[in-house]
């Protein structure tokens, strides 16, 4: 049956299909025909916010965020809602966004870099401060992420999303319940059957609270002692993955991963072996974040688009896509109980209190990079 | 051969263009990078130029020797696969009749025009542990337990899946699967119009097939070899994405180690000594060539 | 059983026709191609990632053409590397030429420099184009496809040694004789280029273009350096999924541009032959 609705809805927009064989044909006139017929044809939701104030400025945003990290329609409902043509750019990893805008901004309007690298771009001024009086949806976001250590009061920075770093596992063959990192970092029980985040500084955060101590106190000789753990540990990790290791643990190539709860939870929609906990000595928190870089052409459809996304309907469309925790009230109030009382998305609070926000150190990071390269290297 | 001074109007007509276009694309933007391999990190995205030579001292500790001499061996393998896989699929395509001709070469070009990233995870899902190449053999040994248990024989254990994913095997057959076209490519193109006679005549003296391909084939199609191998070897000395994706916990190569540097280490002067070491190296083998087939071309 | 014996006996240089050769032939065929099979059977699974396989769906060829992102990051690929392709054969062709026919000083710089590209860690490359353009203050706001102009600049520096290097391994085997007979035949320098270097260069600039639009069209690294806001690419935008899985939608793209590729190739193929028989 769905076979068929698609061809019938193929063939109701013929000249959707039409520009695809064309542009495929002829390749040059693709680019072309894409850019001239913006044609949206999705629902202005009747419910979505009223009709925003027009800035005054080119209606034009360029949007830099991760792929897929927006809601299905949101893009073309804050078009219709307030006339800006938002573009979407799109990058992979924190450090991508770091080294395409050390050199300048090349003309993006907000980007979405997670916590860590938003005391980074604070340090080296690439980020301006958020004018708080054309955000008012600042109100929907829970209170408890208004005042954090990596951006007091919010000042450069709005949360989007928020994560927390823990073991995914599949059920049936991982017992007992893994309440704690031992059997991820320092153990040969699943040897072969454990995969780990390729990022330096994370995992030797996480060491550091499976020792007893604060992510943000490890000392140059924890380095060197954790670095031995690491080498130990090393011959029964299966693979480093780069942020992936959810697909790793679905085709049953390992049985646990560290990763991030949101992409576990993703994962559990399709296969219901496979769980997630944080353990008991703790975790790292994250958050991505909307902000504005130094040099926005567009800055106040900048400040009018993050106020958009922090509305609760938006929010609600936002999350429903994406399932990662968020931190607006408003729209999680919006969402179904399945979603609001998810063990996963939202950890019980006991074990949130043991977590913390990494504080970006310049000093330790090239420690941690250089630890990695050798542990990697042994 | 000949100097350029006797036709000198033909000679800036033809340099212009690639020269000043390399000077200008190239040698600039490098020579910003090469300047900041001789600076320090002052600040998160600010590079002061003191002329030190500390990353490259550092670039010369063991440490990083030793992963640049591993994946030295690691590309120098899998070269040597991909001309021993990819010498008689040139021949083929060049002695094939030249109808069937383009229709080889796009057989053989096709898999590249897909994304390398959709390749390797189509290539993780035919490797991986409940892959394909595992549940066929799967079958295949169940198949084969019930006919000995049907024989008589004692019932074989159960089926461990073969690793061919996440260790250096697995690196080097996805290097292997994506340099291929390179390696068949200026093969193909030293092949071609081979003067066919001089087969012929070698297999009428009585040569076999083996000693003709050796002997004259080789040497004749020396220059085609020559430029496979090299555009075989470098890109694979610099890939990163397979041995990230595909590689086990010790499959690190220079370029993950370079990547690292760029981006999150944010250690653009070292990542440049690191990047230049690598240059070098190569730049005097090159160079060295050269000077050597002038020597060659003075004799003769 | 005669159909089994060959009707006319293989001849010493019909290496194609040896069953040795065919079977290793096929065994190539089948290592390159069962991981493409594989990609285009998972284009049509019902599921979000590309892991497991749930079920059999079109919905994901449906998806393709609606999803404006994913086609626009194709046709700025497809419309780069030919641009690429083009600049990077005559750049190639030229430095081939260059380096084959004459001797000048420094020659042994200049074709070590000419190979550096292809040695360039490409994440230092990326970095350099990016430093580069910003000191020179690259516009960002231009209409497409000029917008493409940084990343198109940096692809060919980065294709034409390539080419060069192919085309300069077909000339080792050009008979200068061919040359001086068309030379005392009265014609000009570059009237024997074109007529008589030219040809003979054909395969080596076939392979090179093949190799050129190859490299172009799957670059991540560079271009992700050198794009701008409203220039994204197709593997730029495949390597960014990479955080949230590959959906099958790239598959099914993946397995258009094959079958788009093959009729392509076909048509200028029976096009070809048409216009040998017009001409004999």
Known sequence: MEQRTTTLAELANRRSLLKG???????????????????????????????????????????????????????????????????????????????????????????????????????????????????????????????????????YSMPYTWLVLGIGYRKSKVKPVPD???????????????????????????????????????????????????????????????????????????????????????????????????????????????CIPKGAPHPKNAHAFINYLLDAQAGKKITETILYPTPNAAAKALMPDTYKNNPVVFPPAALLAKCEYAKFRPDMQPLYEEAFTRVRAA | MQDWKRQPGFFAGIAAAPVTWLILFFIVPLGIVWAYSFGRNTGLTSIDISGTF?????????????????????????????????????????????????????????????????????????????GFVNQSLEWLWNHVGWLMTAIGLAEPGPFEPLPLLYNNFAVIFGLVYVHLPFMVLPLYAALDRLDKSLIEASLDLGAGHWKTITRIVAPLAAPGIISGLIITFVPALGSYLTPDLMGGTD?????????????????????????FMLMYATFILIALQALRNKKIEARS | MSWLRNRTPVAPLEYG??????????????????????????????????????????????????????????????????????????????????????????????????????????????????????????????????????????????????????????????????????????????????????????????????????LSLDDFVITFFTSGPNTITFPVKVYSMVRFSVTPEVNAVSALLILLTVVLTTVALKLQDISAEAKS
């Open chain 2, 54 to 130: 500390a990353n490259y001292a550092r670039a010369l500790e063991p440490l990083y020797l030793e992963i640049f001499l591993k994946s030295v061996a690691v590309a120098a393998l899998t070269t040597l696969i991909c001309l021993i896989v990819g010498f008689p699929v040139a021949m083929a395509i060049a002695f094939a009749a030249p109808r069937w001709k383009p229709w080889l070469l796009l057989l053989v070009m096709l898999p590249f025009w897909t994304n390398l990233l959709i390749r390797t995870y189509a290539l993780l899902s035919v490797l991986g542990t409940r």
């Open chain 3, 17 to 214: 026709r040896r069953l040795w050769m065919r079977s290793w032939i096929a065994a190539v065929a089948l290592f390159l191609y069962a991981p493409l099979l594989v990609l285009i059977v998972f284009s049509f699974n019902d599921s979000k990632a590309n892991i497991v396989w749930k079920g059999f769906t079109f919905k994901y060829y449906g998806k393709v053409f609606h999803n404006e992102g994913l086609l626009t990051a194709l046709g700025n690929s497809l419309t780069i590397a030919l641009l690429a392709t083009i600049f990077s054969l005559i750049l190639g062709a030229l430095a081939a030429v260059l380096l084959w026919r004459f001797r000048f000083p420094f020659k042994a710089s200049v074709e070590g420099t000419m190979a550096l590209p292809i040695v360039v860690p490409e994440i230092c490359m990326g970095v350099a184009m990016l430093v580069f353009f910003a000191a020179i203050d690259w516009p960002n706001d231009l209409v497409w496809p000029l917008s493409l102009g940084a990343i198109t600049i940096a692809h060919i520096t980065f294709c034409f040694p390539f080419v060069a290097l192919v085309v300069r391994a077909r000339l080792a085997s050009f008979n200068r004789e061919e040359e001086e007979a068309a030379k005392d035949l009265g014609a000009t320098e570059w009237q024997s280029f074109r007529d008589v270097l030219l040809p003979h260069m054909k395969p080596g600039l076939v392979a090179g273009a093949l190799l050129s639009f190859t």
């Open chain 1, 21 to 155: 064989l064309g542009v495929a044909a002829v390749g040059l006139s693709f680019g072309g025909l894409a850019a001239c017929s913006k044609e949206s044809g999705n629902s202005t939701d009747a419910a979505a916010s009223a009709k925003i104030a027009p800035t005054g400025e080119e209606p034009k945003l360029n949007f830099y965020n991760w792929d897929t990290y927006i809601g299905e329609t949101t893009l073309d409902d804050f078009k219709g809602a307030s006339g800006t043509d938002v573009n979407m750019s799109l990058f992979a990893t924190n450090d991508e966004l770091f080294a395409k805008l050390r050199a300048g901004n090349p003309g993006f309007d907000v980007i979405v870099p997670s916590n860590d690298f938003v005391e980074r771009m604070v340090t080296a001024d690439m980020i301006v401060p958020l004018d708080h009086a054309q955000i008012p949806n600042i109100k929907n976001i829970d209170p408890s992420f208004i005042d954090v250590a990596y951006d007091p009061g919010r000042k």
């Open chain 2, 251 to 275: 499959s690190q190569m220079i370029a993950n180690v370079i990547e690292r540097q760029f981006k999150r280490a944010n250690d653009w002067p070292f990542g440049a000594a690191l990047s």
């Open chain 1, 180 to 290: 704690s990192w031992k059997p991820l970092f320092d153990s040969d029980q699943y040897k072969g059957r454990i995969s780990l985040l390729s990022e330096a500084g994370d995992l030797f955060r996480l060491y550091g609270k499976y020792l007893g101590k604060s992510v943000n106190d490890l000392t140059a000789a924890d380095i060197k002692t954790i670095e031995a753990m690491m080498i130990k540990q090393k011959p029964f990790v299966k693979a480093f993955h780069e942020d992936n290791g959810q697909d790793l643990l679905v085709k049953g190539e390992v049985d646990l991963v560290l990763e991030y709860n949101g992409d576990i939870a993703q994962k559990m929609v399709e296969d219901d072996d496979i769980d997630f906990i944080i353990p008991k000595e703790g975790s790292q928190l994250n958050s991505d974040t909307l």
